[in-house]
T-cell receptor, first 109, second 112 residues
Framework: KNEVEQSPQNLTAQEGEFITINCSYS?????LHWLQQHPGGGIVSLFMLSSGKKKHGRLIATINIQEKHSSLHITASHPRDSAVYICAVRVQGAQKLVFGQGTRLTINP | KAGVTQTPRYLIKTRGQQVTLSCSPISGHRSVSWYQQTPGQGLQFLFEYFSETQRNKGNFPGRFSGRQFSNSRSEMNVSTLELGDSALYLC???????????FGPGTRLTVL
């Protein structure tokens, strides 16, 4: 079993829909990252969380440390949000990043 | 500030050769991490450097090595290339080990 599991693996939605991507992990962590990767490979860091909730524009990230679970929400989704979203955790002690397998999001106009 | 730069962007090598990839972090960032991304395995951690010291290493064979210079620039080297080393190699920099990471565009290595 992977230390970081994301769901769903693929998600297709219509423009304007509310999107939720989930991330569960099985190890103790010092932080959790949400990353966005567009076709062509470039990765952008969206959030780094160690507790609670963060918001940036239409994106919201939450984390529940006790349940070892995080969610990334996108409100009023747009075709330009189409990308792969990757959850990564910084393992406590080891301090290395372990990645989920990614969620491929497609927003149709 | 200029972003993280990686050179070269694309590279084609043959089995058995060796390769060196370079990463220049954002000015002022002292931590540099390297990752390998393949369609089958996804993103995997290679190593992390801070102030010229390797802080962490992932589960890769000894053919994969790296170093960091006093100006925080980093290089990674892969010797005796195998077909399975074909991947996108990403470098990320951050001010410290536990802060947000900023990724470079990657070097796409193809091994024939």
């Amino acid at each position: 079993k992977n230390e970081v599991e994301q769901s769903p693996q693929n998600l297709t939605a219509q423009e304007g829909e509310f999107i939720t991507i989930n991330c569960s992990y099985s190890v103790g962590i010092s932080a959790l990252h949400w990353l966005q990767q567009h076709p062509g490979g470039g990765i952008v860091s969206l959030f780094m969380l160690s507790s609670g909730k963060k918001k940036h524009g239409r994106l919201i990230a939450t984390i529940n440390i006790q349940e070892k679970h995080s969610s990334l929400h996108i409100t009023a989704s747009h075709p330009r949000d189409s990308a792969v979203y990757i959850c990564a955790v910084r393992v406590q002690g080891a301090q290395k990043l372990v990645f989920g397998q990614g969620t491929r999001l497609t927003i149709n106009p | 500030k200029a972003g993280v730069t990686q050179t070269p962007r694309y590279l084609i090598k043959t089995r058995g050769q060796q390769v060196t990839l370079s990463c220049s972090p954002i000015s002022g960032h002292r931590s540099v991490s390297w990752y390998q991304q393949t369609p089958g395995q996804g993103l995997q951690f290679l190593f992390e450097y801070f102030s010229e010291t390797q802080r962490n290493k992932g589960n890769f064979p000894g053919r994969f090595s790296g170093r960091q210079f006093s100006n925080s620039r980093s290089e990674m080297n892969v010797s005796t290339l195998e077909l399975g080393d074909s991947a996108l190699y990403l470098c990320a920099s951050s001010p410290s080990v536990v802060s947000e990471q900023f990724f470079g565009p990657g070097t796409r290595l193809t091994v024939l």
